[in-house]
């Protein structure tokens, strides 16, 4: 691993949380005594491999943001808050736009994803720097159906082809600002992954060792609190013994 490559990480958390059903965008809800984006950025603060980050936030929410989870967690490697977009992909736009200087890989990384953990994220950030392009995933256990109308089933898909695209997500810095530009303005993408394949770049899997659910409902919230939970009695007893 080539520790000369300076990478910076965009953290996405400017979307409004519709689905949580709460009055505090779900960023902000406390999960396992911190909030869930505290959760989503502290591996990455604390990876050496990090140079700087970049966190996107509702506009409204910057200021607490600030005060409340970058003062608060003392994240010195989040240099810069910018306003979100309406979409996701508006997010990212106004992350890359705020990248300083010369870095050479970029990754995105959910900020409703507190339960990242810091092994996959090197394992990501290896794989990427070998080949240009990485994202974490995951395998499914359960059978996939394809359907139509209503959810009438048409057909089953063959699982073994198939992965969940996870965050982080990283590129090569060139790759994902080329992407980014050619992509369309009116064009849908639901990952950063899917921006690179539109242009062309090839893109390799990381299959995860560890759950990186991203929260969407409560039961996420419930769940993340469980792993969280679990996590924390292991690191405590790998410190006593
Ligand atoms: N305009 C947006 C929309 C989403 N995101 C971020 O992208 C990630 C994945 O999006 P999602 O889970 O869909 O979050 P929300 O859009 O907030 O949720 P919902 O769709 O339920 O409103 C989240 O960290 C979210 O904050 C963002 O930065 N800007
Ligand atoms: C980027 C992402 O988390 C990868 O799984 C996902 O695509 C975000 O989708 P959402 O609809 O914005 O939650």
Redesign the pocket.
């Given at each position: 691993m080539n520790n000369q490559n300076k990478i910076a990480v965009i953290i996405v958390a400017g979307?409004g949380g519709k689905r949580m059903n709460s009055p505090v965008p779900k960023q902000f809800l406390m999960v396992h005594k911190k909030p869930v984006l505290a959760h989503s950025i502290q591996p990455f603060n604390e990876s050496p491999r990090v140079h700087q980050m970049i966190l996107v936030v509702p506009e409204k929410d910057a200021e607490y943001c600030r005060i409340n989870i970058v003062e608060r967690y003392q994240f010195h490697k989040a240099t810069k808050i910018v306003a979100g977009g309406s979409e996701?992909i508006d997010s990212v736009r106004k992350g890359l736009e705020a990248v300083e200087g010369k870095v050479d890989y970029i990754a995105i990384h959910?900020g409703a994803?507190p339960l990242i953990h810091q092994e996959d994220i090197e394992r990501v950030f290896d794989k990427a720097l070998e080949t240009g392009g990485a994202i974490l995933a995951s395998r499914m256990t359960d059978t996939v159906k394809k359907i139509k109308g209503k959810g009438e089933v048409v057909g089953t898909l063959p699982r073994s082809e198939l992965m969940?695209?996870?965050?982080p997500q990283i590129f090569c810095a060139e790759w994902l600002k080329n992407a980014y530009q050619r992509f369309p303005k009116d064009k849908e993408a639901?990952?950063d992954a899917s921006v690179l394949e539109y242009a062309g770049y090839s893109v390799h899997t990381v299959c995860g060792k560890h759950v990186n659910s991203?929260m969407?409902t409560s039961e996420d919230l419930k769940f993340a609190a469980y792993i969280l939970e679990q996590r924390s009695g292991e690191d405590e007893n790998r410190h006593r013994f």
């Open positions: 979307g996701r959910d994803r969940l695209a996870q965050t639901t990952d991203k969407t």
